[in-house]
Every structure is written in C-alpha cells, then in structure tokens.
C-alpha cells in the first residue's frame, strides 16, 4: 500500500493543471521603462541634513577692509511633529569674528515672484560681491563685470539670501506635496521657520533682526512680520524694495490701480521728454501727478460713465499733458489707461516700446501697430547676465555641490498653482486677495521699535510707487507709528540697484537707517524721533 500510494501521488502530481500549463515568462522590460526607472532611480534629490559650504574672502568698504565668510547651504524645514518636510538654500555673508550669541545685526533677504528665487538681490545689490550694471541698455554677454561691492551692507549687518520653497535649490522633502508651499501663508510660514532656524542653528536669537523684501517679496514682509513677532521673533526693521502690498486693487472693474499708476505714467513721460513744458526733475512732475490723481482724476474716474462730456475732455487734456499720451487715445480708452497699452503707445511713432520693470529701458516689436509690447525690455536686457553670473557664482566660487537644477522660477514646475488667500490678523480677516499692510499695521502696533523703510523707483512699472504710498498710507497707523515709517525714492525701476548712483545713494540712506533702529533698540523708551510720514511730500526729491 505505501508503494501504491506513492504510485498515486507521482501519478496526480505529473497530471496538475500546474505542471501541465506552459511556463509564463516575465514580459521583457520595454526599453522606454527602463530608462524611466533608471531616470528615477538617479534623480537628484534635496538634501535631509543640513548642509554648508564656506568660502573666506574680503571686501572693502569706505577705505575699510571686511575679511567675511561665505556660506551656501541648507536648512532643514519640519513640521509641528518634527518631520522634515523641506530643504531651504540660503548663502549667508557673515563678517568674520561674529560668533553666537552676537549683538551684530543680520538681514534676512528675499525676492518676491510669487516663485522666484533670491539671486536678482544677491547678484545685484548689497551682497559682498556684485555683477555690475550701468545705463537702461541690454548687458553684453559673457565676459560680465562681477566682483567686489564697495556698496555692500556688510559694514552694517550680516546678510542672508533666502530662496522660496520650489525656487532656486529649494525644494519639499519626501512627500510632501509643493502644494503645502505655494500661497500667501504657507509661504510665509516657510520662510518664517527659515529664519528661527537660522538664528537656531547660528546662534542669533541676540542679534538685531531686519527683513529685506522686493516685489512680491514686501508681500511676504508684511505677513512675516507679524508671524514672527508672533512667534517670539521681534523684529528690528522691515525693507520694502518696489512694493506691492495689497493685491485687491488689481481686479477688474476697480480703479484704484489707474490712479496708481498716472505718477509713474508722468516719470516715464518726463524721462522720455514727451510732455510739454518738461520740468528740471522728475519730482516736480510726480508732484502734479500725485495731485492731479488724487483730484480731478479720481472724480472723473468716480463718476463712471455718467462722467460729462465737457468735463471728460479737460480730464483727458490735463492727462495728456502729464503723460504724454493724445487726448484723443485717453478719450477712447474711458480715461483708464492700461499699462500695456502705456508701453506701447507712449514710443509708437519712434517704433519703440518701453519696459515693465524699468520704464527706461526701450524695445523693438515685429508688430509697430500692436496692442501691446512683445517683450519686455528691461527683462531680457539683464537676464541672462544675472543667471549665468549667478550659476558660476555659487558653483565655482562657493562650491556649492549638487545635481539639481537651480530653478530659475517655481511656476515652470508641475503643479504650479498660488493660494492667493490670506488669513490677516485682527479685523482684517479672511482675505481672497492678500493685503499684508494689514499684518505690518498689527506689528507696528504692538512693537513700538519696529521701523519700515519703503524703497521706490520712480520708473518702477510692475509695482508702481504711488500704489505703495496708498497701500502704507491705509494702515491707520497712530501718529507714533507713523513716525516710524520712512520713504525713499530713485532714478532707478523696480530693481532699484541697477542703476548705480541709485545704489550708491541707497546704501546711503539704508546706512543711516540701520544706524536709528539699532540705535532705538537699545534706547529705554519708545522712538519718537522725527521722519517721514506715510503720505510723503509731494515736492520730495530722490535722496
């Protein structure tokens, strides 16, 4: 019986379905998946740990040389459990000899976008080093001008460049989605774990503490103030470099942002020697501009439609006196000039159009008689300069090491997309458009010492300067507050440090800043020392 059974069991076992079935083979790989699984098995990753390459060199500065060191790194982001969630690139300047626990003062720098990386600040203006530019004109390419920067603000404090999650060498950790980064809160929360975990790690809780904000990047500003301060982190001064503060105006329908734009509209003009009876400066010009908008203009705008014919024709004929435009163009546009149709009107019979960034700048279209320019000049002028000064830069100099691109802006990436929503403190709410004044107001008021320095070019065009005077002007600040709000104005656009007699006179005027909030910060009582209010005035001229 055991013989039979085992005769059985051989018998079943050779007659399964299993062992009768041809053998299934693995399908070959096809060559396309396997070159994808190679790709991602390479990809260049962020950093977890934290990391920093250190370079030595000096600058000199009023006749005063500042040996300094270098830093390009990382700093690790984590969540409210500890997780990491995000690597955060920086290049720090520090003047050598300054350890923890320091009373020198350290500026936190960033660009705005929203998306954008901080090497426009770092390669161009108050950094130790400085790609050099001059007149309104396309920088030749390479060789470019880059090395030391005796209009450094090294002198006065500490610099680091921050570069947005997404942006730059910044990028999330495992997987966390870009998403928990892109919008006006998670953008600024990011940032301000950024800076606690700087001055965590480098031991500068002690040190005077000052944010430097261009464009989008005053956006921010106004609401890292106040989460910081929040947070434990009092801040010594905020710079706001070519505002923009509150997005509500920009909507159609609302003509809040034509009003905005008539004083730069008559800089532009002035510049370009297309007004009649052109005053000697720039100032005079802005000052009837300011005036006119916030009289005959408004009104005229106010009445919509309902306007009166005679009264819109002496609007448009006084307009065009300031701007440089036909009265006949302004009539046809309802008194609302855009910007685009601005730039492409204001040169048409020259064939020439004018830049966004810088109203200087001038440009050529295929198309003469279009509605808009095709580019922008004072863009692409520099562009290229910035971007491969910066990648040899921080490569060969700094010795930066990694594989992944330097992304030159967050919104070339999959998944893009901005949560324009703002949560402001107090009464300013829930927000579907950020007006971050609102959260600077809030840290103004309750910090005494907190003092803002608003930076403007006069040929500014993405973010017009009369529009940053409303903005900072609507704060409700109290006469003790107000006299901690200061404004400076440039021959000079939106990147105000192109221009380098600009520069000069910023690094002047950013000097003695520096020099009353430090100096405030250890006075024993509140500042009351007198400056400019937040309605400058309307005859100033640039310093």
Do not use: C
Request: glycine share 8%.
């Amino acid at each position: 019986m055991p013989k039979l059974a085992a005769l059985l069991l051989l018998a079943l076992s050779s007659t399964s379905p299993a062992q009768d079935a041809p053998k299934r083979e693995k399908p070959a790989e096809s060559n396309a998946e396997r070159m994808k699984a190679e790709a991602e098995a390479g990809t260049a990753n962020p950093p977890v740990a934290e990391q920093a390459f250190t370079h030595r060199d000096s600058v000199t500065v009023g006749g005063r040389t500042l040996p300094y060191t270098a830093t390009a790194g990382t700093l690790t982001l984590r969540d409210a459990e500890g997780k990491p969630n995000a690597s955060m690139f920086y290049t720090a300047y520090t003047l050598d000899g300054t350890k923890p626990g320091t009373k020198r003062p350290i500026t936190f720098f960033y660009n705005g976008g929203p998306g954008s990386p901080s090497f426009w600040l770092h390669m161009g203006s108050f950094a130790p080093v400085r790609l050099r530019t001059a007149n309104p004109e396309y920088i030749k390419p390479a060789p470019y001008d880059f090395g030391p920067n005796p209009d450094t603000l090294l002198d006065k404090t500490d610099m680091v460049f921050l570069d947005a999650i997404g942006t730059g060498y910044s990028r999330p950790l495992g997987d966390t989605k870009p998403s928990a980064f892109y919008g006006t809160d998670e953008d600024a929360d990011a940032f301000a774990r950024g800076i606690l975990r700087y001055a965590t790690r480098y031991g500068r809780w002690n040190s005077p503490k000052f944010l430097f904000g261009e464009s989008y990047g005053t956006t921010r500003s106004g609401a890292l103030a106040y989460q910081l301060q929040d947070r434990g982190m009092a801040l010594n001064g905020v710079v706001l470099l070519s505002s923009i503060m509150n997005y509500g105006y920009r909507q159609p329908g609302l003509d809040e942002v034509y009003l905005n734009y008539l004083p730069s509209y008559a800089a532009t003009a002035w510049y370009h020697n297309r007004i009649p009876n052109r005053p000697a400066d720039v100032a005079t010009i802005v000052a009837q501009a300011r005036a006119f908008a916030t009289g005959p203009y408004a009104a005229a705008l106010a009445k919509g439609q309902t306007i009166p014919d005679a009264e819109r024709d002496t609007v448009a004929q006084q307009m065009s006196q300031l701007i440089g435009i036909s009265p006949d163009f302004i009539k046809r546009s309802n008194l609302r000039i855009d910007l685009a149709r601005f730039q492409k009107e204001l040169l048409r019979d020259r064939r020439l159009t004018i830049g966004r960034f810088d109203s200087r700048y001038t440009g050529v279209d295929v198309d003469a008689a279009g509605e808009r320019p095709e580019t922008d000049a004072s863009d692409t002028a520099i562009s290229g300069a910035f971007i491969a000064t910066f990648n040899d830069y921080v490569t060969h100099t700094l010795g930066y090491k990694t594989e992944m691109p330097y992304r030159l802006s967050a919104r070339d990436a999959p998944g893009w997309t901005w949560n324009w929503k703002h949560e402001a403190p107090g009464r300013g709410g829930q927000q579907n458009n950020p007006n971050t004044a609102v959260d600077l107001a809030a840290a103004m008021r309750e910090n005494p010492y907190l003092n803002v320095l608003s930076l403007n070019g006069w040929f500014d065009m993405a973010t017009p300067f009369f529009g940053t005077e409303n903005d900072l002007g609507h704060m409700m600040l109290e006469p003790a507050q107000q006299r901690n709000l200061q404004f400076r104005y440039y021959p000079s656009g939106h990147m105000a440090y192109l221009n380098p007699e600009a520069l000069r006179a910023m690094k002047a005027d950013l000097s003695r800043w520096y020099d009353q909030a430090v100096g405030e910060a250890k006075s024993p009582t509140p500042p009351h020392g007198a400056s400019l209010s937040a309605a400058p005035p309307s005859g100033q001229t640039p310093n």
